[in-house]
């Protein structure tokens, strides 16, 4: 079975407010990470992990088939939402993650990121010309090493030592994130077929 996990915890400090909830194209920015991931059969349980405002999140995002869980020690960063999320999938074959606020990654490329499964790695990610980026594929072998994760890199320093197979994606689709209500400007902006 593959898995598939969403971070969504952080609290939006930058943000100045609850961002997963912001506006996109009629629909809070969460559901467009939940949408890409739910378009790919081969993922066959789907996580979101939350933590600040997750209750207002929860009641107002169309959460479709995914399962929530509620990341306690989100303040301390993204390490400990990937290891909330990934203890929840820990009966799966593999894990796909993305961000809740990177809504331009694409149906194509999760579908793409997984096809690596059948590499030797025990990791692959997507890069964009040449920069790491999302989704990330991790294999059950390293779910131990995600367990001890610890600060706001999430999986990076894990990745760069146990191996990791890079599949450039920048055909596929933009990995902009949404930190600052510039970010979603910019974002609506190439909606409207604005050059940034």
Known sequence: M??????????????GAVKQLADLDGR?????????????????????????????????VDLGAAEVVVCR?????????????AKQLADTEAIIVTLGDQPLISREVIAAILDQIRAPEAAA????????????LI????????????GDTGARDMLATAGVREFE????????????PADLWAIRALDRGEVR
């Open 28 to 60: 809070p920015l969460l559901e467009h990470a939940i949408v890409a991931m739910e378009a790919v059969p081969a993922i066959e349980r789907i996580v979101v992990v939350l933590g600040a405002a997750a209750g207002e999140i929860s009641d107002q």
């Open 139 to 150: 294999k059950r072998e390293l779910y131990g090493a995600v367990a001890g994760l610890r």
């Open 2 to 15: 593959i898995g598939g996990l969403i971070l969504a915890a952080g609290g939006g400090h930058r943000f």
């Open 73 to 85: 020690d989100w303040e301390e960063g993204l390490s400990a939402s990937l290891r909330t999320g």
């Open 169 to 180: 994606a920048a055909h596929l689709c933009r990995p902009d994130d949404v930190d600052t």
């Open 125 to 136: 990610r997507a890069t964009y010309d040449g920069r790491p980026g999302h989704p990330v």
